[in-house]
């Protein structure tokens, strides 16, 4: 079993859709999470920062953590076009990432116009 | 306010031969950490430097090497390439201590194709 599960999709949407996007774990340690965007050929966008439980909003995006059931989803309101990357969840159990982050396979997401 | 820059963004060797990766981080931050990305796969983490030394390690063999400049730029080195090293090179760069949110910025990546 793998610290990190991501389904790798594809995940297609129509444009203006909720998009759910989740990652499971299974290491207990981890305390850190986030969530990065890789458009193809380039290097990941960090999206989404949580520590510990709970949920955090920025704009059209919503991080949620369960540290409980080790689960962490991704909410992305009104899709769009542009919104078609692959999403990665990313973790770590030592603030700064001195352990590395660990991250999912990635979820590759399209809008469809 | 400078992103993270890695060069070349893309590299040819053959197997055996050594490489040499470049990666200047973020205006203002102190950490470097290396990734390898494999096709289809997320990153997974090579090591990280702080303060000129490394700070962590993820499972990389030790002819995957590595050094952090005083101006906080870093490169990789990987000696006796074989095809499975064929990947994108990520750097990440972020501020340890003090202030800083401690999040890690990517670059852009450098692709090493090995034959």
């Known amino acids: 079993q793998k610290e990190v599960e991501q389904d790798p999709g594809p995940l297609s949407v129509p444009e203006g859709a909720i998009v759910s996007l989740n990652c499971t774990y299974s290491n207990s340690a981890f305390q850190y999470f986030m969530w990065y965007r890789q458009y193809s050929r380039k290097g990941p966008e960090l999206l989404m920062y949580t520590y510990s439980s709970g949920n955090k909003e920025d704009g059209r995006f919503t991080a949620q953590v369960d540290k409980s059931s080790k689960y962490i989803s991704l909410f992305i309101r009104d899709s769009q076009p542009s919104d078609s990357a692959t999403y990665l969840c990313a973790m770590s159990a030592v603030r700064g990432g001195a352990d590395g982050l660990t991250f999912g396979k990635g979820t590759h997401l399209i809008i469809q116009p | 306010e400078t992103g993270v820059t890695q060069s070349p963004t893309h590299l040819i060797k053959t197997r055996g031969q050594q490489v040499t990766l470049r990666c200047s981080s973020q205006s203002g931050h102190n950490t470097v950490s290396w990734y390898q990305q494999a096709l289809g796969q997320g990153p997974q983490f090579i090591f990280q430097?702080?303060?000129?030394?490394?700070?962590g390690r993820g499972n990389f063999p030790p002819r995957f090497s590595g050094l952090q400049f005083p101006n906080y730029s870093s490169e990789l080195n990987v000696n006796a390439l074989e095809l499975d090293d064929s990947a994108l090179y990520l750097c990440a760069s972020s501020l340890e201590g003090g202030q800083g949110t401690d999040t890690q910025y990517f670059g852009p990546g450098t692709r090493l194709t090995v034959l």
């Open positions: 430097y702080y303060r000129e030394e490394e700070n």
